[in-house]
């Protein structure tokens, strides 16, 4: 049984070093634009940068995979396109795309590089991994964040492809590549437009000794001077309903899996993923260096799980949660 593969964020050339520095074995990462599901302001890199950043990791052993990860909008498809190029010409290892236009055109055109399929797509069946992997030769997919380790076990062994779990980082509602929350107050979203709950859309008020956060207007949440405020998202909002207030769509928690890591092992994921492009090279560094102990441990036979304690101050609100992997519904 192999090594887990360790991939890090990098939204930018100094996080990617940072990240590879610390351990990870790959990066992802992403051009300057709303090809892909992180566009936000001082985030991605140029054509330029992303060059000489693959080179760079690749004089390191690393490699770097490439996000044109949104969907493109009816009749802008060339952009999206050619955000897939410039990966190609960049010497990406991977690209990771969701639209069935940049994969049909990686498949006829880059048959070389490999293709990734974007949790995005939220591929989590057999049958639609396997139209993927057939239609457009996808090598890996993805999975949803919504799959507990049994049913990974059941879905690895019905497929033919690479899978990849999320282990660490934000959650969203599990409804991968469909929430339309941000678009509603901001008319903007990470699908179309690579950007959840954009800055300009974001207030932080005080008063009385009580922070407010607001998102387009909407008052989200409030919160006690001493409490921990987390980025305000439409999601993780505390809503009065039935004369009850609390978090009607989901907890503001951080996902930490590093106690599943053993079992994605034995249940055959090929690779764990690290969310957080947006939070800086210091925040990759720990949580790469972490799970890189981690997983090295566990390729020894030891506890990958005695290192989860080493990220727990970066959790969200301060909470963690396995999220699905421990699911016990359904």
């Known amino acids: 049984m192999g090594s887990i593969e360790l991939v890090c964020p990098a ?12 351990g990870a074995d790959s990066v992802y990462c992403g051009l300057r634009d709303d090809t892909n599901a992180r566009n936000f302001p001082g985030l991605n890199f140029s054509p330029p940068e992303l060059k000489e950043a693959v080179a760079w990791a690749h004089q390191r052993g690393a490699r770097v995979l490439v996000a044109v990860n949104t969907f493109a909008r009816a009749g802008q498809s060339d952009r999206w396109l050619a955000s897939a190029d410039q ?52 090598k890996r997919v ?12 059941v879905l690895q062994r019905a497929v033919a492809v690479e899978t990849e779990a999320f282990v660490f980082g934000g959650l969203c509602v599990m409804a991968e590549g469909r929430c339309a929350l941000s678009s ?38 409030r919160f006690d001077r001493d409490d921990t405020a987390g980025y305000p998202t439409l ?26 890591l053993a079992g994605l092992r034995r249940a055959g994921v090929s690779a764990v993923k690290v969310e957080g492009r947006q939070r800086g090279k210091a925040y990759v560094a720990r949580v790469a260096s972490a799970f890189r102990q981690a997983i090295d ?5 030891e506890d990958a799980e005695a290192f989860q304690h080493l990220l727990t101050d970066l959790a969200e609100g301060g909470k963690e949660t396995a999220g699905a992997y421990r699911k016990a519904w359904r």
């Open 235 to 260: 999601c993780k909002g505390r809503f009065e309903a039935d004369g009850t207030a609390g978090y009607l769509f989901e907890d503001p928690v951080s996902l930490n899996a590093m106690g599943q």
């Open 11 to 22: 939204g930018s050339p100094s996080m990617l070093r940072a990240a590879i520095e610390a």
């Open 87 to 138: 990966a190609v010409e960049a010497g990406a290892y991977a690209v990771i795309a969701a639209d069935l236009a940049v994969l049909a055109h990686m498949h006829a055109n880059h048959p070389d590089t490999r293709l990734h399929l974007s949790v995005q797509a939220a591929a989590g069946t057999p049958e639609a991994i396997a139209f993927h992997a057939r239609e457009y030769g996808v």
């Open 142 to 153: 993805v999975l949803p964040r919504v799959l507990s380790v049994q049913e990974i076990v």
């Open 297 to 301: 441990a566990l390729d020894r036979g």
């Open 184 to 221: 509603y107050v901001t008319g903007r979203s990470p699908n179309l437009c690579g950007v959840c709950s954009p800055p300009e859309a974001v207030d932080f008020s005080e008063s009385g000794g009580e922070l407010t956060t607001r998102l387009g207007g909407f008052v989200l949440d």
